[in-house]
Nanobody, 117 residues
Framework: QVQVVESGGGLVQPGGSLRLSCAAS????????MGWYRQAPGKERELVAV???????DYGDSVKGRFTASRDNNENTMYLQMNSLKPEDTAVYYC???????????WGQGIQVTVSS
C-alpha cells in the first residue's frame, strides 16, 4: 500500500504563487511517475503536470510557462510551483503516483486551490 499526502493549497490572489507538495510513503515503493491533476466544479479532471523519475516533465496547455514540476526521488516527493495564478486555476488538485512494484496508481485526497481577490 502507498499513502499519498498533498499539502500547500489555499487561497491566493490573482497573479500570486503557491507551491504544492505531494509525498508518497509505504513499505514497498518504486515510484516512477508522479503527477498533478485538477478538477474544477462542473468540469472533468484534467492534467496539470507529470514528471518521471528521470525528471522528464509534461504540462497541460493551460499551465505551460506558469507552473513548474520537480521532484525529490530520495523522498518520493513531487513539487508543483504555481506562478501567475489566475481565477481559472481554482480547482481541487489531486496528486497521483505510480508504484512500479505493484503496477498500480495511487491518488491523494485532493487539496483546494482558490485564486480570488
Amino acid at each position: 500500500q502507498v499513502q499519498v499526502v498533498e499539502s500547500g493549497g489555499g487561497l491566493v490572489q490573482p497573479g500570486g504563487s503557491l507551491r504544492l507538495s505531494c509525498a508518497a510513503s509505504g513499505s514497498a515503493l518504486s515510484i516512477t511517475g508522479m503527477g498533478w491533476y485538477r478538477q474544477a466544479p462542473g468540469k472533468e479532471r484534467e492534467l496539470v503536470a507529470v514528471i518521471t523519475s528521470d525528471g522528464t516533465t509534461d504540462y497541460g496547455d493551460s499551465v505551460k510557462g506558469r507552473f513548474t514540476a520537480s521532484r525529490d526521488n530520495n523522498e518520493n516527493t513531487m513539487y508543483l510551483q504555481m506562478n501567475s495564478l489566475k481565477p481559472e486555476d481554482t480547482a481541487v488538485y489531486y496528486c497521483s503516483v505510480y508504484n512500479s512494484l505493484e503496477a498500480t496508481y495511487y491518488w491523494g485526497q485532493g487539496i483546494q486551490v482558490t485564486v480570488s481577490s
